[in-house]
């Protein structure tokens, strides 16, 4: 890859440097895994990631948080919840359209930190017909959408791994 605009490239040096972090692994499921971290966690970590995702767009399009229990809990359970209900009091709800680009960054014991860089294509509808609401578009490819970075927390809960919180890297 080249350096993008504004990126200048690393000025060469005589003097020893650390060693270059290694580059994230491919663990399946869409998603890396930064080098170190076992495969078979960070596959179960990003399966239930994803997972989360799926159930999480499916409660904000229904409007109905029945099932985010399965894949999430504290602080983002409850905001989830509180997203469904001010979507229901304005008479709107989302359909989410999102590419991913996550990596599994930490595993330690029964908690994980998952980043994730993604194209949001989505966007607010009607709750009943699921037609756009007026002014509402989907832009013409996830390249164009707005760009993300996320992280989240997740932690093994009974044995399934939950998302319990997250926050947005301001832009």
């Known amino acids: 890859?080249?350096?993008g605009p504004g990126v200048q490239e690393p000025a060469t040096s005589t003097e020893p440097t650390s060693a270059p972090t290694p580059p994230?692994?491919?663990?399946?499921?869409?998603?890396?895994a930064q080098a170190g971290i076992p495969v078979v966690p960070a596959k179960e970590i990003a399966d239930a990631y994803l997972h989360y995702f799926e159930v999480s767009a499916r409660a904000l399009y229904q409007l109905?948080?029945?099932?985010l229990d399965e894949v999430t809990a504290?602080?983002?359970l409850a905001a989830l919840r509180k997203n469904i209900e001010e979507d229901?009091?304005?008479g709107r709800a989302v359909r989410t359209s999102v590419q991913h680009y996550c990596v599994v960054l930490t595993v330690d014991g029964d908690s994980a930190r998952v980043?994730?860089?993604y194209r949001d294509s989505s966007i607010?509808?009607?709750?009943?017909t699921h037609l756009p609401l007026?002014?509402?578009?989907?832009?013409d490819s996830p390249s164009v959408a707005p760009e993300f970075t996320v992280f989240y927390s997740l932690d093994r809960i009974e044995g399934v791994w939950k998302v319990v919180d997250s926050g947005k890297v301001s832009q």
């Open 88 to 90: 229901q009091a304005v």
């Open 24 to 32: 994230p692994v491919e663990i399946g499921a869409g998603c890396l």
């Open 74 to 76: 504290g602080a983002e």
């Open 124 to 128: 607010y509808v009607d709750p009943t």
């Open 1 to 3: 890859q080249t350096a």
């Open 134 to 139: 007026p002014g509402e578009h989907v832009p």
């Open 64 to 67: 109905d948080p029945e099932q």
């Open 115 to 117: 980043g994730d860089v």
